[in-house]
């Protein structure tokens, strides 16, 4: 059965300084990973997703298949960057390609 | 363009009473999803339409869980009776098609007392 990990509840940084949200899943197959952001009273949206392989707002992410992982990066946090994280997969096991989130990081750049 | 709508955006209701969700998807979009969100979790998926069609249901409790996309654009979803365990955002997004990207309401919060 497909797994998603996201290990910290909460994350906070100082403004200016790098930051690392963590991702790990479990799946047997090819999975297709995603990013969503919630951000204050806005809606659930699509941050990245790795075949895109593109830096949105300044995030990356790298599909690690070997240690199963897809951890969102960012050099330099902005406060705006404040919200609430939840790592996804996809895949023919999730049915018709359905979305599996993990629970969620909630990120506090502090200014 | 609009997004996708969803009433009503809180509800309130004591156990074993019953409750209705409305969403309104992206015009044009076939696939349709309904999520339930638990406090402290991520997104679950209940059931995800294509067109008026049921792709899977496999997570929808279906004793007490109905939904509805009659005319393949605007979809209902029903809880009778409803629990405590019940209480929890309901998300209603769409997708151009299976696999596209989903777009998201901005939920129904939802409290059994």
């Known amino acids: 059965a497909q797994r998603v990990t996201q290990p910290e509840k909460l994350l906070s940084v100082f403004k200016g300084a790098p930051v690392e949200l963590k991702c790990n899943y479990s799946y047997s197959g090819s999975p297709e990973l995603f990013w969503y952001v919630q951000y204050s009273r806005q809606r659930l949206q699509l941050l990245l997703r790795?075949?895109s392989r593109e830096s949105i707002k300044g995030f990356t992410a790298d599909l690690n298949k070997g240690e199963t992982s897809f951890h969102l990066k960012k050099p330099f946090a902005q406060e705006e960057d404040s919200a609430m994280y939840y790592c996804a997969l996809s895949g023919s096991q999730t049915g018709a390609n359905n979305l599996f989130f993990g629970t969620g990081t909630r990120l506090t750049v502090i200014p | 363009e609009a997004g996708v709508a969803q009433s009503p955006r809180y509800k309130i209701i004591e156990k074993r009473q019953s409750v209705a969700f409305w969403c309104n998807p992206i015009s044009g979009h076939a696939t349709l999803y309904w999520y339930q969100q638990i406090l402290g979790q991520g997104p679950k998926l209940l059931i995800q339409f294509q067109n008026n069609g049921v792709v899977d249901d496999s997570q929808l409790p279906k004793d007490r869980f109905s939904a509805e996309r009659l005319k393949g654009v605007d979809s209902t979803l029903k809880i009778q009776p409803a629990k405590l365990e019940d209480s929890a955002v309901y998300l209603c997004a769409s997708s151009l098609s299976i696999g596209d990207e989903q777009f998201f309401g901005p939920g129904t919060r939802l409290t059994v007392l």
């Open positions: 790795h075949i």
